[in-house]
């Protein structure tokens, strides 16, 4: 990932990728066009929809979080969460395909 390549098939892999950047919504702009309107608010963060650069019907949903409003427990607690889920292969299960990070939010990169 990140390699510059212009295909991408995160979609179809099992494993959960994580990046971590000094800003890591330039990485995401990389492969994807974000909806600045967002589909969801949480008391963690927000989400937004985007669709790949390379392939218009592949759409994600980006889960933003703030670090700030998560202590260490809750960061490391989602993570696991994430590997776990991403193991189970179920319609009601949404899958996750990339984890971004920088200092201040952790962007979840999901099935929409």
Avoid: P
């Amino acid at each position: 990932m990140g390699s510059g390549s212009s295909k991408r098939s995160i979609h179809k892999s099992k494993s959960v990728v994580r990046h971590v950047s000094k800003v890591a919504i330039d990485e995401i702009k990389k492969y994807y066009e974000i909806n600045s309107t967002a589909l969801g608010k949480g008391a963690f963060g927000k989400v937004f929809k985007a669709q790949s650069l390379t392939d218009e019907n592949f759409r994600v949903a980006i889960k933003r979080l703030e670090k700030k409003n998560m202590g260490k427990k809750d960061i490391a607690e989602l993570g696991d969460e994430v590997e776990i889920l991403n193991q189970l292969d179920h319609k009601n299960i949404v899958n996750y395909y990339e984890v971004y990070e920088d200092k201040k939010y952790l962007y979840l990169v999901m099935e929409y």
